[in-house]
């Protein structure tokens, strides 16, 4: 069955970075889209960043825009979020999804805090 599995996360000082991994299993990644979105506590889950299934096209959240890059390794089964200056206002779980056949799929999450 799919499965996603998310890593990479953890407290890290404002003006940080981390980078997330996602990896899947089950289906056949390299033809799919995948997205990371994020939850904050007390706030509706958001998308955060897309790629397209050959990594040649992106979008982004206006609130990441030049601050983080999604990537993939298809080679890898594995999707990146690679997180520089980082805000405390960007502390929320982040979950990598992928959807089949009008069927979303997430990951467990992996929690990341900004904070000093």
């Known amino acids: 069955q799919v499965q996603l599995v998310e890593s990479g996360g953890g407290l890290v000082q404002p003006g940080g970075s981390l980078r997330l991994s996602c990896v899947a299993s089950?289906?056949?990644?390299?033809?799919?889209?995948m997205t990371w979105y994020r939850q904050a506590p007390g706030k509706e889950r958001e998308l955060v960043a897309g790629?397209?299934?050959?990594?040649?096209?992106?979008n982004y959240a206006d609130s990441v825009k030049g601050r983080f890059t999604i990537s993939r390794s298809n080679a890898k089964n594995t999707v990146y979020l690679q997180m520089n200056a980082l805000k405390p206002e960007d502390t929320a779980v982040y979950y990598c999804?992928?959807?089949?056949?009008?069927?979303?799929?997430w990951g467990q999450g992996t929690q990341v805090t900004v904070s000093s």
């Open positions: 999804r992928t959807e089949r056949s009008g069927v979303p799929y």
């Open positions: 089950g289906f056949r990644f390299s033809i799919y889209a």
């Open positions: 790629i397209t299934s050959l990594g040649y096209t992106t």
